[in-house]
């Protein structure tokens, strides 16, 4: 029998199931206990990516 990785309503494409699966495991694997600690870590990551890119709001394409 044919096994899905994802639900009939999604597709494959896009899996709102999918995705929160492979946020668990993200945290999991990053040691992230809670939703709070979990939105910081991501705040502080993508903050560094912004400084990196020289604080600019609006990039080139």
């Known amino acids: 029998a044919k096994v899905a990785h994802f639900c009939s309503m999604c597709g494959p494409?896009?899996?709102s199931m999918k995705i929160s699966h492979e946020v668990r495991e993200y945290a999991a694997e990053h040691g992230l206990n809670g939703d709070q600690e979990a939105i910081?870590?991501?705040m502080e990551e993508q903050?560094?990516?912004?400084?990196?890119k020289g604080s600019?709001?609006?990039q080139e394409v």
């Open 13 to 15: 494409k896009f899996c």
């Open 40 to 42: 910081m870590k991501g």
């Open 47 to 52: 903050a560094e990516k912004f400084r990196q």
């Open 56 to 58: 600019e709001l609006y």
